[in-house]
């Protein structure tokens, strides 16, 4: 059984494009947006978004359940704590 | 911890035995941890530049540590006042920083991939020299996905960061607070330090 039909996404952040720190303040703009125990998928082409956006899930206690390098870009699923 | 709810754990140990003594590492363990988890890390941050480069660093440090969930300040004193002002318009020399990497942001590829040390871009002298390398250095940020410094100061305050200006460098420099936006309180010295000492992270820039 995949990640996501666990935990089906909620909501999608498409943060394409963007460099530090925007990624990470629009993904802390998007969980606030969501209930406990929701996912949040969130795009990235920042390669350091890789290492951050692990370290910001670590540090808000919230859930980093998969990272995936799909083509062109990093995709993340977080589910909020 | 009361002495009572020892006893009640242990009721007939030695106070010098290995016992007493493993029990007493684990609970001060637990007892850490606890304070850890419900400990708020907070963020000082001195802001000292009015360029549009330094710009950068208060702002995007501080924006992610409240992302981060700490609470941060920022004080801003002497030429950081500037980064308060209603309207920016900082601008970067390239006089006073003689190893910027820039590379052109627009026209053919060859000369994109071309590093120019900036000041060898114009001649210094010339009038709009430095209009040139701000426009130039907005250029590059724009294509590269950076946010612009009145996003990420918008950004910083919606994630409730702290703003103080110095009251002295904003007498000295003749600022009025009607110059500033209206999210900034005004505190000197003995305000900043206080809130530094209780910080875990605090920067100056």
Known sequence: MSVTSLNPVVLELDASGLSCPLPILKTRKAIGQLQKGEVLRVLATDHGAQKDIESFCKQTGNALLSTNELEGAYEFLIRKN | MAISEVKNELPNADPQSAEMNDWFEKKFEEEMKKREDAHTPSMAIIATRGTLDWAYPPFILGS??????????????????????????????????????????????????????????????????????????????????????????????????????????????GFDHSDFIDDVSYAGAASFLPVAQKADVTLFT
Request: aromatic letters at 10%.
């Open chain 2, 64 to 173: 992610t540590g409240a992302a981060l969930g700490w609470d941060v300040t920022i004080f801003y004193t002497f030429y950081g006042l500037l980064l308060l002002q209603k309207d920016l318009n900082l601008k970067v020399s390239p006089l006073g920083n003689p190893a910027m990497p820039m590379k052109m942001p627009m026209g053919p590829d060859w000369l994109q991939k071309m590093n120019i040390p900036m000041p060898n871009v114009f001649p210094s002298i010339m009038p709009g020299f430095e209009t040139t390398a701000t426009a130039l250095m907005k250029k590059t940020f724009q294509n590269k996905g950076v946010a612009t410094i009145e996003e990420l100061r918008e950004l910083s305050l919606e994630a409730d960061v702290k703003f103080v200006a110095c009251q002295m460098t904003v007498d000295v420099f």
